[in-house]
């Protein structure tokens, strides 16, 4: 069965579609005797892809659009460009659309992966209904779902980072006594952590775990992310299944993770994280 947690440490999920798109434009540039040749994706077809989205997430109550990027300047491949939001001034779901990308955003008051996954569904019809006639068939590169939780004293009850990451998620980092003899008496060793877990032959589990602030606050930051990379075909059924099966895999872990703090996240049953 799966669970929610009313006082979840989550700070955003992303969904993101990543794709190459055809025909780079090259640009020559003198660089002494040499002439060297820069690419970039852009020009009026990708104008064009835009304003189709952009009119299709109109339609669907996404009306505050956003440019990140200032007319005139060269962007890069997998750059946001256009963020679209709600017209309501505080829009709990975003999208965002660039050169060869597009994500769905949920933020605080996200409640749960059923409740987010229409928005995704919507945004990647929208997606695939504005490509261009040239890039229609083309596969996605990458599709990935990501989780960033930020743990707040409440939850961590005042441990460290590595004492959080050793004492409740169970994850020990044991540093040699000819190194930890030069640290400074009754000091203890503060660290990132970060590991890449193969779990299929074109999908992988990164988790970092590191100190810092989420809104001025102290926190422990744990940032997931599934990534899928062997090529999915432009299909709202193919795409879903992908992400579904992310979430199993993210929901599975932080369960489990976060067990010994489970009564200070306050779980309730039948709605999964």
């Known amino acids: 069965m799966s669970v929610t947690f009313a006082n979840a440490p989550l700070v955003e999920i992303v969904t993101e579609l990543r794709w190459i798109p055809p025909q780079p434009v090259s640009i020559p ?12 994706f852009g020009g009026s ?42 017209a309501a ?9 660039g050169t060869g990308l597009f994500s769905a955003h949920g ?24 490509r261009d006639s040239k890039e229609k068939e083309t596969q996605f590169a990458t599709i990935s779902l990501r989780y960033i939780d930020a743990f707040r ?29 030069f ?36 926190a422990i930051v744990m940032d997931t992310t599934v990534s899928c990379t062997r090529g999915i075909f432009p299909q709202l059924a193919e795409v879903m299944k992908v992400l579904n099966s992310a979430h199993e895999v993210i929901h599975e872990m932080f369960v489990k993770l976060t067990e010994p703090i489970h009564g200070l996240m306050q779980p309730t049953e039948g709605v999964s994280k």
Request: net charge negative.
């Open 29 to 40: 540039a003198q660089s002494g005797a040499a002439t060297l040749q820069f690419s970039f």
């Open 45 to 86: 077809r990708q104008d064009e892809f835009f304003m189709r989205l952009g009119g299709k997430l109109h339609q669907l109550g996404f009306q505050a659009v956003e440019r990140l990027v200032p007319p005139g300047f060269v962007t890069l491949l997998y750059q946001p460009i256009y963020r679209y939001k709600q």
């Open 89 to 97: 001034e505080q829009s709990p779901v975003q999208y965002q659309a």
């Open 107 to 130: 933020i605080p008051p996200y409640h749960s992966w059923e409740e987010f996954v229409p928005f995704v569904k919507n945004g990647i019809v929208a997606l695939l209904e504005s």
């Open 153 to 181: 004293r409440e939850l961590t009850q005042g441990r460290s980072g590595p004492a959080f990451m050793a004492d409740v998620l169970g994850i020990r980092v044991l540093l040699p006594d000819f190194l930890t003899k």
């Open 183 to 218: 640290g400074r008496s009754g000091s203890a060793p503060q660290y990132t952590l970060q590991f890449i877990l193969p779990i299929a032959d074109d999908t992988t589990l990164n988790i970092s775990l590191a100190e810092g602030q989420v809104h001025g606050a102290d």
